[in-house]
Every structure is written in structure tokens, then in C-alpha cells.
């Protein structure tokens, strides 16, 4: 049963409860009202009956009923009489057939002068009681017709507010089913139409958002076709790691870089795909350390070799989200080739001995460095010739004197930066590349080759036991101060480092300053 019929059920029933509750009070109340009446009317009958009956005298039966003629014209009893015993002597009206057990107070009994002789009285109990039989059946039409006029007014009223309300929970049914243009037609300023009119200002605000999160999905769908292609685009391998180091997404260049038919479709660890792509065996150590340490030690791109001969370049973008955790951006590059370029350069370009640079790389690398020297910016040229290495070399033979070579390689990158060159033009002959230099820096390298050679243990060993000694004689000068072209730059430093020789060894000269240099500037060992 609806709520609206429940609640006309109980708006009829309370009506009739409370209807005749009234009733029955009203029932009572007439009834003792009708019984008062009779009391008065059996009152003033025996008044009256007291005159034509004094006491002490036989009453006069012409007397008694022309009394009770008078009583029966103005109250209308039902039956009036005389009786003597079982013997009815004067009757009036409708007398009930004896003996038959009448109710009182509706019969009353009057005594006469004469012994067993007794005038009765009946009443009509409808005529008694009619007041209250009329006001009764009165008040049950009314409440009755009461119950029924409310119930068919708030069957009307429901009806309207069950309309109203189905429309609002149509509306809202509509609403929830995703028709967000649904509206509710506002008439008048009631509550339902407060209501009515508070449900459309919702559903205006829903289709709002809605259209502004489709618009934003739009645009999201947008950028992400844009970044998709983007990075298909890209010859680097990337991916989207979560901070459990799974893949979350990989563009299609890091796909055929691991051999990757299909895209993964649940989140699969990198070092699980790794290994399936073919990491040889012995770096697979390496995917361990990779995984647990790669968001606290991230800075250093990591190189793998696979079982294809091809080697793999890993680097990390790192950053934490507030909601999400740390995730990282991975970068992957394909460094096979040039990997083997840089084998093949260094074999060209490097002294196999040393590892320093040889003639060739010096060349190259000084042409570079010159070519993209900035204006105002310098670069120094050391040349360096070792003192005493022919008689080691001689001495002690051609493996003691290819360590006295490595060692003096050694030497001179240790004395340098790490943006300086070092090279081996042959022989006994070194080469220093200074970048971003000025005289005072000259003047400290060459110091701190001069001091090295003097310190090291190899060579002091060497000056000890055999007593030859291996020092160096150097030469500098800087571009563009002391010269504005290679040739003359070389030609310039190599001169120098002769004038160091005829200064007596293991000293340097710097150009444009030799007139100037002291004892301070000459040391020897």
C-alpha cells in the first residue's frame, strides 16, 4: 500500500474514532437528560394525583381519570390505567398484555386510597428517548459525511501532491539514468515548488559540471593522442614506472627495443621484462640493485649488455606525487653503436699504451676545442719531454721503460683537470690540452708535474737503485694571447720546452714570460 492511501486510511479512521467517542458521550449525556425529563414528568403526576386523591378518602374514579385525560393529552405515555389486583378497571391508550415484565423507569406505579388498587403509567421508550436517538443518528450522518468530505478532499490533495512528487521522482530517476537536461515546470511558491525549483538549479549545476568534465576529457584524450604519438615518435625508449618498479606504460620504440610483441596488459616488473629481453647473465645481478636503490641513486644512467650483443643505456626521472607516491620516468637508449664508435675512435684516436690521446687525437681535439672557443675565452698548450728516459729505456730495458710511460701518463692526468687533455705525440714526447686557462694556471701545472715526478715512488726507486734519474722539461704558451693559429701555437709551446732543456731540465718556460721568470719559476730536482 502507497504511503498516500495509508495515509488516507488513517486521516478516515482517526475521524470516525474521534466521531464516536463524541457520539457516545453524546448518547449518555441525552439519555440521562431523557431520564431527568421522565422524572419530572412522573413528579408532577403524582402532584397531581395527590389532589384528586387526598388522604385518608376513596378516590372518585371520574376524578382520577379526567386527571389522567389531561396527562395522557399533554405528555402522550403510551398506556395509562387502573388496576385492582389482575383486574384492569380504566385504561388509556395501548395497554401491554399481562403479565408481562415491564422495564423501569419507563413504567411507573401509583398507589390509589383504595387497598390493591394502583394506577399505572407506560412510556414509550422512542418517545422518551427520541431527543437522543435523533441527536445520535444527527451526529453519526455528520461525522460520517465529515470523514468522507475530508478524505475526498485529501484524496484530491494527494492526488496533486503525488502528481507533483512523481514528476520530481521521475525527474530525478531521469537525472540519475543520465539525462542531465531533465527539468521540473515550476508553478507557484509552495514548498514543492521551492523543491521543484532547488532540483533544477542541481540538475543546471550537474549539467554544467558535466559538460565541463567532458570538455576536460576531451582535452585530455587530446593531449594524451598528442603525447602517445609524441614519444611513438621518439628513437628513445620510454616508460612510466610506478614506485613498485612496475611498467605502467612503454611507447613503441621501447617496445621493439626489448622484443615486445604486445603491450603488457597488467603492470609487469621492469627486471621481469629485462630478463625475458635477454640481459645477459652476468648483469642480471645488477636488476636487483637496480630495482631496490633506483629512486634514492638515480643520477647515473646504468648500461646493460643483452645476449644480442646490443647494449642498452637506462637513465631516471624521478619525482614524487602526494597522492601517488614516487614514480619515475624511464629513458632507454639503443648506445650499441655508438658505443662501438667510440671503441673505434679510441682505437684511433688513442695511445695504446698510455690511454691518453695520441698524435692524431691530440690534433683532432685541439682543432675542436679551438673551433668552439668562445670570445674572451683562452686555451693553454703544454709540451712536455722527459729527461734521462733514453738511458732508462737503454738500462734497464724496453718494459721498464714502457712503465716509466704509463707512469708519466698517469702523472700528468693527475696533475691536470678533468677538462684537460692529455696526450702522447710519440715517444717520450706529452702534449697538454688547458682549457679556460690564464698564466698563473700554467705556472701551477707545470709546478705540479715538475713536483709529481720528483715524488713518485716508481721513479724515485729507480733514481736510487740505478741511480737514473727521469725528469721533464716543459713548454707553454696560450691562444690567443701568444698566438692566433695551431701552427704557430705548436711551434710557440715546443719552442719553449726547448728553452726549459737549455735552462738545464726539469724546469718549464711559459711564453711571453721567459725574461721574467726567477729561481721561484725554475725548479729543479
Same mark, same amino acid.
Given at each position: 500500500?502507497?504511503?498516500?492511501?495509508?495515509?488516507?486510511?488513517?486521516?478516515?479512521?482517526?475521524?470516525?474514532?474521534?466521531?464516536?467517542?463524541?457520539?457516545?458521550?453524546?448518547?449518555?449525556?441525552?439519555?440521562?437528560?431523557?431520564?431527568?425529563?421522565?422524572?419530572?414528568?412522573?413528579?408532577?403526576?403524582?402532584?397531581?394525583?395527590?389532589?384528586?386523591?387526598?388522604?385518608?378518602?376513596?378516590?372518585?374514579?371520574?376524578?382520577?381519570?379526567?386527571?389522567?385525560?389531561?396527562?395522557?393529552?399533554?405528555?402522550?405515555?403510551?398506556?395509562?390505567?387502573?388496576?385492582?389486583?389482575?383486574?384492569?378497571?380504566?385504561?388509556?391508550?395501548?395497554?401491554?398484555?399481562?403479565?408481562?415484565?415491564?422495564?423501569?423507569?419507563?413504567?411507573?406505579?401509583?398507589? #390509589?386510597?383504595?387497598?390493591?388498587?394502583?394506577?399505572?403509567?407506560?412510556?414509550?421508550?422512542?418517545?422518551?428517548? %427520541?431527543?437522543?436517538?435523533?441527536?445520535?443518528?444527527?451526529?453519526?450522518?455528520?461525522?460520517?459525511?465529515?470523514? =468522507?468530505?475530508?478524505?475526498?478532499?485529501?484524496?484530491?490533495?494527494?492526488?496533486?501532491?503525488?502528481?507533483?512528487?512523481?514528476?520530481?521522482?521521475?525527474?530525478?530517476?531521469e537525472l540519475q539514468s543520465g539525462r542531465i537536461q531533465s527539468r521540473i515546470e515550476v508553478k507557484g511558491r509552495d514548498e514543492i515548488s521551492c523543491l521543484g525549483t532547488a532540483f533544477n538549479s542541481m540538475a543546471q549545476s550537474i549539467e554544467e559540471q558535466m559538460k565541463a568534465m567532458e570538455e576536460s576529457h576531451a582535452r585530455s584524450v587530446s593531449e594524451k593522442n598528442r603525447l602517445n604519438v609524441l614519444l611513438s615518435s621518439l628513437g628513445s625508449g620510454v616508460a612510466y614506472l610506478d614506485e613498485n618498479f612496475r611498467v605502467l606504460y612503454?611507447?613503441?620504440?621501447?617496445?621493439?627495443?626489448?622484443?615486445?610483441?604486445?603491450?603488457?596488459?597488467?603492470?609487469?616488473?621492469?627486471?621481469?621484462?629485462?630478463?625475458?629481453?635477454?640481459?645477459?647473465?652476468?648483469?642480471?645481478?645488477? #636488476?636487483?640493485?637496480?630495482? *631496490?636503490?633506483?629512486?634514492?641513486?638515480?643520477?647515473? !644512467?646504468?648500461?646493460?649488455?643483452?645476449?644480442?650483443?646490443?647494449?642498452?643505456?637506462?637513465?631516471?626521472?624521478?619525482?614524487?606525487?602526494?597522492?601517488?607516491?614516487?614514480?619515475?620516468?624511464? =629513458?632507454?637508449?639503443?648506445?650499441? =653503436?655508438?658505443?662501438?664508435?667510440?671503441?673505434? %675512435?679510441?682505437?684511433?684516436?688513442?695511445?695504446? #699504451?698510455?690511454?691518453?690521446?695520441?698524435?692524431?687525437?691530440?690534433?683532432?681535439?685541439?682543432?675542436?676545442?679551438?673551433?668552439?672557443?668562445? !670570445?674572451?675565452? *683562452?686555451?693553454?698548450?703544454?709540451?712536455?719531454?722527459?729527461?734521462?728516459?733514453?738511458?732508462?729505456?737503454?738500462?734497464?730495458?724496453?718494459?721498464?721503460?714502457?712503465?716509466?710511460?704509463?707512469?708519466?701518463?698517469?702523472?700528468?692526468?693527475?696533475?691536470?683537470?678533468?677538462?684537460?687533455?692529455?696526450?702522447?705525440?710519440?715517444?717520450?714526447?706529452?702534449?697538454?690540452?688547458?682549457?679556460?686557462?690564464?698564466?698563473?694556471?700554467?705556472?701551477?701545472?707545470?709546478?705540479?708535474?715538475?713536483?709529481?715526478?720528483?715524488?713518485?715512488?716508481?721513479?724515485?726507486?729507480? %733514481?736510487?737503485?740505478?741511480?737514473?734519474?727521469? *725528469?721533464?722539461?716543459?713548454?707553454?704558451?696560450?691562444?690567443?694571447?701568444?698566438?692566433?693559429?695551431?701552427?704557430?701555437?705548436?711551434?710557440?709551446?715546443?719552442?719553449?720546452?726547448?728553452?726549459?732543456?737549455?735552462?738545464?731540465?726539469?724546469?718549464?718556460?711559459?711564453?711571453?714570460?721567459?725574461? *721574467?721568470?726567477?729561481?721561484?719559476?725554475?725548479?729543479?730536482?
Open positions: 500500500m502507497s504511503f498516500k492511501w495509508k495515509w488516507l486510511l488513517a486521516t478516515f479512521l482517526a475521524q470516525l474514532l474521534l466521531g464516536g467517542i463524541f457520539t457516545g458521550i453524546q448518547f449518555f449525556h441525552m439519555g440521562s437528560v431523557a431520564q431527568a425529563d421522565l422524572l419530572k414528568v412522573r413528579e408532577s403526576l403524582a402532584s397531581e394525583l395527590a389532589q384528586v386523591n387526598p388522604p385518608q378518602k376513596a378516590y372518585s374514579m371520574d376524578a382520577v381519570s379526567s386527571m389522567v385525560r389531561e396527562f395522557h393529552l399533554r405528555y402522550k405515555p403510551t398506556a395509562v390505567w387502573v388496576q385492582s389486583g389482575s383486574e384492569t378497571l380504566f385504561t388509556l391508550g395501548q395497554v401491554p398484555p399481562l403479565p408481562q415484565p415491564l422495564s423501569t423507569p419507563l413504567l411507573t406505579s401509583f398507589s #390509589l386510597n383504595i387497598p390493591n388498587h394502583q394506577l399505572m403509567v407506560l412510556f414509550d421508550e422512542a418517545e422518551v428517548y %427520541r431527543s437522543r436517538n435523533d441527536m445520535v443518528f444527527y451526529l453519526a450522518g455528520v461525522f460520517l459525511l465529515s470523514a =468522507i468530505a475530508c478524505s475526498m478532499i485529501l484524496l484530491g490533495l494527494s492526488n496533486t501532491l503525488s502528481a507533483r512528487l512523481e514528476d520530481l521522482r521521475s525527474k530525478a530517476m612503454l611507447n613503441s620504440a621501447l617496445a621493439k627495443m626489448l622484443k615486445l610483441t604486445v603491450q603488457p596488459a597488467q603492470p609487469v616488473r621492469l627486471e621481469q621484462i629485462l630478463i625475458v629481453a635477454g640481459v645477459v647473465k652476468e648483469q642480471r645481478i645488477r #636488476l636487483k640493485d637496480l630495482v *631496490t636503490d633506483y629512486f634514492g641513486n638515480h643520477e647515473m !644512467p646504468i648500461e646493460l649488455n643483452f645476449n644480442d650483443g646490443r647494449m642498452l643505456q637506462f637513465r631516471f626521472a624521478v619525482y614524487n606525487d602526494k597522492t601517488q607516491g614516487a614514480h619515475a620516468v624511464l =629513458i632507454v637508449d639503443d648506445v650499441s =653503436i655508438r658505443k662501438n664508435v667510440e671503441d673505434l %675512435r679510441n682505437e684511433v684516436e688513442r695511445d695504446p #699504451l698510455t690511454s691518453v690521446l695520441n698524435r692524431r687525437g691530440f690534433d683532432m681535439t685541439l682543432e675542436a676545442r679551438l673551433s668552439r672557443l668562445l !670570445p674572451g675565452e *683562452t686555451l693553454g698548450l703544454i709540451f712536455l719531454d722527459l729527461d734521462g728516459f733514453k738511458a732508462v729505456n737503454d738500462t734497464l730495458g724496453h718494459k721498464a721503460g714502457d712503465q716509466i710511460l704509463k707512469t708519466s701518463a698517469t702523472l700528468l692526468k693527475g696533475a691536470t683537470r678533468n677538462v684537460d687533455h692529455v696526450a702522447r705525440l710519440g715517444g717520450d714526447e706529452f702534449a697538454i690540452i688547458v682549457a679556460r686557462c690564464n698564466i698563473q694556471l700554467l705556472k701551477n701545472i707545470a709546478e705540479r708535474i715538475i713536483e709529481s715526478f720528483a715524488c713518485d715512488k716508481l721513479l724515485v726507486r729507480i %733514481r736510487q737503485n740505478h741511480g737514473l734519474s727521469v *725528469t721533464c722539461s716543459i713548454g707553454a704558451s696560450m691562444y690567443p694571447v701568444h698566438g692566433q693559429s695551431i701552427s704557430h701555437l705548436l711551434e710557440l709551446s715546443d719552442e719553449q720546452m726547448y728553452q726549459a732543456k737549455k735552462a738545464g731540465k726539469n724546469c718549464y718556460r711559459i711564453a711571453g714570460v721567459i725574461e *721574467t721568470i726567477d729561481e721561484q719559476d725554475t725548479i729543479k730536482v
